[in-house]
């Protein structure tokens, strides 16, 4: 089973759109500046949302060494704040042509990275390192940490309204 849902973990997270780039020092941006945006800064800045989100989860799995009601509420915490600043860059593109669209989307097409090293695939090993430590206390936990693997998919409102209107609903997404 724990091989089986590693696998399906990197197979979304593969297939998905992705950001890659340098570290560029991203601040919390608006829209009128996301909308400035190159597709390449765009790209990086998502990159570093993405990095800073699964560095801040690594970091939380390190520090609770046993499941808790703690560890639920600030990895819940962390997910929702990533997912709300990636939504902002969700609705830039929500709002612009589909080939102005793909030329963004295009700029994002792999996995996140710091100083070029993947930052997603040790943070996969860790998290499934202790799949049956997370089933026994909430399969839910693992799900909801596990959700910053497909981080990419809050770009694309459309494909989120249609397969997943749950999540479209809870970060705003209309």
């Known amino acids: 089973m724990k091989k089986i849902l590693t696998t399906m973990v990197v197979a979304v997270a593969v297939t998905a759109v992705s950001c890659s780039g340098g570290n560029t020092g991203i601040k919390d941006r ?13 790209a990086n800045d998502f990159n570093e949302i993405w990095v800073e989100g699964i560095e801040q989860l690594s970091a939380l799995l390190d520090k609770y060494p046993q499941l808790n009601a703690d560890f639920d509420k600030e990895s819940s ?8 600043k990636v939504v902002k860059y969700g609705a830039f593109l929500d709002g612009i042509t589909e080939e102005e669209k793909f030329n963004y989307l295009l700029a994002c097409q792999t996995f996140p990275t710091v100083d070029g090293a993947d930052v997603l695939t040790p943070f996969i090993e860790k998290l499934n390192s202790r799949f049956e430590e997370f089933m026994e206390y ?5 799900y909801n940490t596990a959700e910053i693997n497909v981080l990419p998919m809050y770009l694309k409102f459309d494909d989120l309204r249609e397969n997943h209107p749950y999540r479209a609903e809870k970060y705003g997404i209309k």
């Open 30 to 42: 608006t829209p009128e500046e996301i909308a400035k945006l190159s597709p390449k800064e765009f």
């Open 77 to 84: 915490e962390i997910v929702d704040a990533t997912v709300y």
């Open 138 to 142: 909430n399969r839910d936990v693992y």
